[in-house]
């Protein structure tokens, strides 16, 4: 069974600090994990997907790692913005019923201020 | 300009009705899924569909029902049986064979 852990549960920060949200999953054998974006009241947009033979991933602003080994993953945003306040979510697939389906973590919800 | 839409995004209903929520896609994805997600909880599968006519139960399948006539449409019946409605839910869809999910903007369910 598969369970994903999102710390913290919530962050303010100011704005221009560089922050990381951590992920943890318990099933290793992952061959991905997805960060997605959502917003109060509307759907979640992915921003990155890391592929298990990767170790990174980077999009602007946003830099994910992924170490299978410990379980973990963490989504850094770099120079952060008042745009930046959402919720932040992870998702590992856990093969079930003979199909991958994702596991979400409950999210991390970041205000960033000005 | 390709997407998933959702309708209503806010619905209201009675205890004892049956509601039924609109998913469709017009980005030619096979797998279709609906999600329910509570406040400071993570997304729920509900049901899923990787093909038209052919749907599963996923985690939470208790009080709804589906349907998957069209490629492009997967409605969400929510039941008098559904003890608990209340909630966001979510609709998402897929290519066959990939795990990027696109999500709909979701419907807010409320019981009066």
């Known amino acids: 069974k598969q369970e994903v852990t999102q710390i913290p549960a919530a962050l303010s920060v100011p704005e221009g600090e560089n922050l990381v949200l951590n992920c943890s999953f318990t099933d290793s054998a992952i061959y991905n994990l997805q960060w997605f974006r959502q917003d109060p009241g509307k759907g979640l947009t992915s921003l990155l997907l890391i592929q298990s033979s990767q170790r990174e991933q980077t999009s602007g602003r946003l830099n994910a790692s992924l170490d299978k080994s410990s379980g973990r993953s963490t989504l850094y945003i770099a120079a952060s913005q008042p745009g930046d306040s959402a919720t932040y979510l992870c998702?590992?697939?856990?093969?079930?019923?003979?199909?991958?389906?994702?596991?979400f973590g409950a999210g991390t919800r970041l205000a960033v201020h000005p | 300009d390709g997407g998933i839409t959702q309708s209503p995004k806010y619905l209201f209903r009675k205890e004892g009705q049956n509601v039924t929520l609109s998913c469709e896609q017009n980005?030619?994805?096979?797998?279709m899924y609906w999600y329910r997600q509570d406040p400071g909880q993570g997304l729920r599968l509900i049901y899923y569909?990787?093909?038209?006519?052919?749907?599963q139960k996923g985690d939470i399948a208790e009080g709804y029902s589906v349907s998957r006539e069209k490629k492009e449409s997967f409605p969400l019946t929510v039941t008098s049986a559904q003890k608990n409605p209340t909630a966001f839910y979510l609709c998402?869809?897929?290519?066959?064979?990939?795990?990027?999910?696109?999500f709909g903007p979701g419907t807010r369910l409320t019981v009066l």
């Open positions: 980005l030619n994805h096979d797998a």
């Open positions: 998702a590992a697939p856990f093969f079930s019923g003979g199909y991958n389906k994702l596991i």
């Open positions: 569909s990787q093909i038209v006519n052919d749907f």
């Open positions: 998402a869809s897929s290519r066959q064979g990939t795990d990027t999910q696109y």
